[in-house]
C-alpha cells in the first residue's frame, strides 16, 4: 500500500495524483505478484481495478506493466470485502460480506501462493482488527499531506512487527516490509 510519510493513503477528497510509481516500482510489484494467485480488494478498490485492467493489456499504448499486469490480474482469484457487492456476473471473484475470520482463514490455508491485498485501507484495517495480516509492504512516499485518508484509522489493539527488508527507489520511494511476530 502506499502512503504518505505522515500516514495518509489518499488525500481529503480521495485523491492519490500524489504517489509515486515508475518502471523500477513496477518491475519490482511484479516480483510480488508472481508470487500471488490471490489478490483481496475492498468494494471500492476492485471497482477502480475491475475498471481498468481487464483490457489495460490490449491497448495499442499498453505499457510493459499494463500487460503484464492485466494478465496477471485476469488469471488471478480475486476476493471482495463487501456488503453492498453482488456477485453475481463477476469473473473469478468472490464476494465477503461477513465473518471474515471464518472465510479468510480457510483461504490462508489452502495450496497455492500468497494473497496479495491492493491498496484497499478500509478492508485492510478490516482484517488487520481481526488478525488477519501477516505482513505489509508500505511504500512510503517522499511527501506530507497533512490530511486525508489515514492509513491505520479505527485500528483497535496492538499488531508487534518486525521489519524483514526495505527496499530504496531512484524516485524517493521507500518500501518497507513488517512481518507479525
Known amino acids: 500500500m502506499h502512503t504518505s510519510l505522515d ?3 489518499a488525500g481529503p477528497n480521495g485523491e492519490m495524483n500524489w504517489i509515486k510509481v515508475d518502471e523500477e516500482i513496477f ?5 510480488m505478484t508472481a508470487q500471488a494467485d490471490t ?11 475491475e475498471g481498468y485492467w481487464p483490457k489495460a493489456g490490449g491497448q495499442p499504448n499498453a505499457s510493459k506493466h499494463d ?19 453482488e456477485e453475481t456476473g463477476l469473473r473469478n471473484t468472490k464476494v465477503i460480506r461477513d465473518r471474515l475470520s471464518d472465510k479468510i482463514n480457510p483461504l490462508k490455508q489452502e495450496d497455492g501462493k500468497n494473497i496479495l491485498i491492493f ?30 485518508m489515514p492509513l491505520f484509522k479505527d485500528v483497535t489493539g496492538t499488531t508487534q512487527l518486525r521489519l524483514a527488508e526495505s527496499k530504496t527507489f531512484a524516485c524517493g520511494v521507500i518500501a518497507l516490509h513488517y512481518e507479525k511476530y
Open 67 to 85: 500487460i503484464e499486469h492485466s494478465n496477471w490480474y485476469n488469471s488471478v482469484s480475486k476476493i471482495v470485502l463487501s456488503r453492498t457487492l
Open 39 to 49: 489478490a483481496l480488494y475492498g468494494r471500492v478498490t476492485y471497482e477502480m481495478m
Open 7 to 9: 500516514g495518509f493513503v
Open 119 to 148: 491498496g484497499s485501507p478500509g478492508a485492510s484495517q478490516s482484517l488487520l482488527n481481526q488478525g488477519l495480516i501477516d505482513e505489509f509492504w508500505l511504500f512510503v512516499n517522499p511527501i506530507i499531506l497533512g490530511q486525508g
Open 27 to 31: 518491475d519490482f510489484v511484479a516480483t
